[in-house]
């Protein structure tokens, strides 16, 4: 079946230091992957999305790239700022099913100053 | 612009008693609708999707439905609510034949 796997958090950084969440996923066909960044207390919000492989897609400082020959969508950032202490969830489409998302368990990234 | 509400913003229920959250979509007509929960820790867990007014999937056996009365309307209900239904309920859309879905800014549910 489909899924996604994430890499355990939490994540804790020093401002400025160099970012990547590992995401990898299992899926038939050509799903589009997704990036949601969730903020304490709030709803998700998108931060990025790739529909093919070798999509990079990119928002706010933040990339990732769509890997089908390692199934992976890692997302990076060169220098985290204490306001991108969040929690990071990796999602897949399922087109064939009313377009639900699979996510991951997420990532929480404690960015200290 | 599309946007989507979600009330009430925090909600604090006795066991046993009845829930209704709703969840509306602006600037945007036809969308598939989404409801989500959020338990302890981060996990989403998907619960019900529509693609239309009327036509509800259920994607776990549980204490909870869904209706959706309006195109733009979804509505999440209860009988009687339980201790394990406390959460944080997310509600989402998507454009028919789009990609990603847009959340709401949830509803914070604690049943005691």
């Known amino acids: 079946g489909n899924s996604v796997t994430q890499m355990e958090g939490p994540v804790t950084l020093s401002e400025e230091a160099f970012l990547t969440i590992n995401c990898t996923y299992t899926?038939?066909?050509?799903?589009?992957l997704f990036w949601y960044v969730q903020y304490p207390g709030e709803g998700l919000q998108l931060l990025l999305k790739?529909?093919?492989?070798?999509d990079k897609g990119s928002n706010k400082g933040f990339e990732a790239t769509y890997r089908k020959e390692t199934t992976s969508f890692h997302l990076e950032k060169g220098s985290v700022q204490v306001s991108d202490s969040a929690v990071y969830f990796c999602a897949l489409n399922r087109y064939n099913q009313g377009g639900k998302l699979i996510f991951g368990q997420g990532t929480e990234l404690s960015v200290k100053p | 612009s599309q946007t989507i509400h979600q009330w009430p913003a925090t909600l604090v229920q006795p066991v046993g008693s009845p829930l209704s959250l709703e969840c509306t979509v602006e600037?945007?007509?036809?969308?598939?609708l989404y409801w989500y929960r959020q338990a302890a820790g981060r996990g989403l867990q998907l619960l019900f999707y529509s693609v239309g007014i009327g036509q509800i999937s259920s994607e776990v056996p549980q204490n909870l439905s869904a209706s959706r009365p309006q195109d733009r309307q979804f509505i999440l209900s209860s009988k009687k609510l339980l201790l394990s239904d406390s959460g944080f309920y997310l509600c989402?859309?998507?454009?028919?034949?789009?990609?990603?879905?847009?959340f709401g800014p949830g509803t914070r549910l604690t049943v005691l």
């Open positions: 790739a529909t093919k492989a070798d």
């Open positions: 899926a038939t066909g050509y799903p589009s």
């Open positions: 989402a859309w998507r454009f028919r034949g789009g990609d990603e879905q847009f």
């Open positions: 600037g945007t007509s036809n969308p598939n």
